[in-house]
């Protein structure tokens, strides 16, 4: 019995301090994150890989927070909190409206459902604006966007982590990259 | 000669992706492979993909196994090594063999571990087009994230700390044909 425990003890010894190195994976453990929120097969959805597609996160980010924190520290800040941020935009044709708004209509839905605290939401014409925000506590846990820009853009976003939202527009800006919605 | 085939573009990339990764590819090939991705999307998302993962696995931490662990494996293992043999073994090889594909990852990640200059700029362009969208999404909603967000309904977890001033109502805006309701 006694060699018994020892053996159990030396394998549980092998597996704490060995086995962690091989489970870092981040994009793994994304879905226990309660920022973040799983859009379902959208390629499938719209047939075809999105247009624009960005998925950042893991220790990428870890490392752009410490490249940018002389530099920009305000760029940097964010980044400590941020744990992934995932936009994906799919070009819209002609038999895809109708399901797109459906799937929007469904995850608004899920997300109510799941205690994420709407926003925003804009019924114009054909476009369709969500924007909800998760907390956890007194943190931010995750944003969640989706905007369908008429008949031509579907653009689902996911920022996952305690991200100051004021600093996300702000920053847009300081990059001077800007992206148009041709909402109408 | 190149080998760049434009007949055969995708297979061609297919087979030369991984070795292109590594830099293994003489500079003809991984200028014809360059140019190929700038051209197929498909073979661009391939390759976005394999580089998403090949930097992910250069960030894992450097493996190790503390010595004090090392010492009370040693330690129970030479008095008793007849009587534990089988299931100590494997604990021993689960070990070892943790030890030994952490090594491997890290050996593909090469001696330094961080991400290149190169890298961290593509990061940083991907994180600038991402919050491109985030912004104008807000835009789409009629406000900047930030001012949308720091409405009253979320204003309490915000406020901690960023000193917003409440401006705005939640908005929910519908036109006056929209029939469509959603609670």
């Known amino acids: 019995m006694k060699h018994l425990t020892e053996t159990i003890m030396a394998t549980i010894l092998a597996a704490l301090f060995c086995g962690p190195v091989l489970a870092q994976d981040w994009m793994e453990g994304l879905p226990s994150k309660p920022g973040y929120v799983d859009f379902g097969n959208l390629t499938q959805l719209f047939g075809e890989e999105p247009k624009v597609e960005v998925m950042l996160g893991g220790p990428l980010v870890t490392?752009?927070?410490e490249a940018s924190?002389?530099?920009?520290?305000?760029?940097?800040?964010?980044?400590?909190?941020l744990t992934a941020i995932s936009v994906n935009v799919y070009e819209l044709e002609e038999g895809d409206r109708e399901a797109a708004?459906?799937?929007?209509?469904?995850?608004?839905?899920?997300?109510?459902?799941?205690?994420?605290?709407?926003?925003?939401?804009?019924?114009?014409?054909?476009?369709?604006?969500?924007?909800?925000?998760?907390?956890d506590g007194d943190q931010i846990a995750g944003l969640a966007l989706m905007v369908l820009g008429g008949d031509t853009e579907a653009v689902f976003i996911n920022v996952v982590g305690d991200v100051d939202p004021a600093a996300l527009g702000k920053l847009a800006g300081k990059f001077g990259v800007s992206a148009d919605l041709n909402l109408r | 000669m190149s080998e760049y085939r434009p007949a055969n573009n995708c297979d061609w990339f297919d087979e030369r992706l991984e070795p292109w990764l590594d830099g293994e590819l003489p500079a003809d090939q991984a200028e014809a492979l360059e140019r190929h991705v700038d051209e197929c999307r498909?073979?661009?998302?391939?390759?976005?993909?394999?580089?998403?993962?090949?930097?992910?696995?250069?960030g894992l931490e450097q493996p190790s196994c503390?010595?004090?662990?090392?010492?009370?494996?040693?330690?129970?293992?030479?008095?008793?090594?007849?009587?534990?043999?089988?299931?100590?073994?494997?604990g021993l090889m689960a070990g070892a063999l943790?030890?030994?594909?952490?090594?491997?990852?890290?050996?593909?990640?090469?001696?330094?571990?961080?991400?290149?200059?190169?890298?961290?700029?593509?990061?940083?362009?991907?994180?600038?087009?991402?919050?491109?969208?985030?912004?104008?999404?807000?835009?789409?909603?009629?406000?900047?994230?930030g001012s949308v967000l720091a409405?009253?309904?979320?204003?309490?977890?915000?406020?901690?700390?960023?000193?917003?001033?409440?401006?705005?109502?939640?908005?929910?805006?519908?036109?006056?044909?929209?029939?469509?309701?959603?609670?």
């Open chain 2, 66 to 90: 503390p010595d004090s662990v090392i010492g009370i494996l040693a330690e129970r293992t030479r008095p008793r090594r007849r009587r534990l043999a089988p299931a100590l073994a494997a």
């Open chain 1, 101 to 135: 708004r459906e799937r929007v209509s469904t995850l608004a839905q899920r997300l109510g459902d799941e205690q994420w605290q709407r926003t925003v939401k804009v019924n114009e014409g054909d476009s369709r604006v969500h924007m909800f925000m998760k907390t």
């Open chain 2, 151 to 183: 409405s009253e309904g979320v204003m309490r977890p915000i406020r901690r700390g960023l000193d917003l001033e409440v401006t705005f109502p939640v908005l929910d805006r519908e036109s006056h044909d929209t029939v469509e309701s959603e609670t």
């Open chain 1, 69 to 81: 924190r002389e530099e920009d520290p305000e760029l940097a800040k964010m980044l400590d909190g």
């Open chain 1, 63 to 65: 490392f752009l927070a």
């Open chain 2, 42 to 58: 498909r073979c661009r998302e391939q390759y976005r993909l394999a580089r998403r993962i090949q930097t992910g696995l250069r």
């Open chain 2, 98 to 145: 943790g030890l030994g594909v952490a090594w491997q990852m890290q050996r593909a990640g090469g001696p330094d571990a961080q991400p290149s200059r190169a890298e961290l700029a593509e990061a940083r362009a991907e994180l600038g087009v991402a919050l491109g969208y985030v912004s104008a999404a807000g835009r789409a909603a009629g406000r900047d994230v």
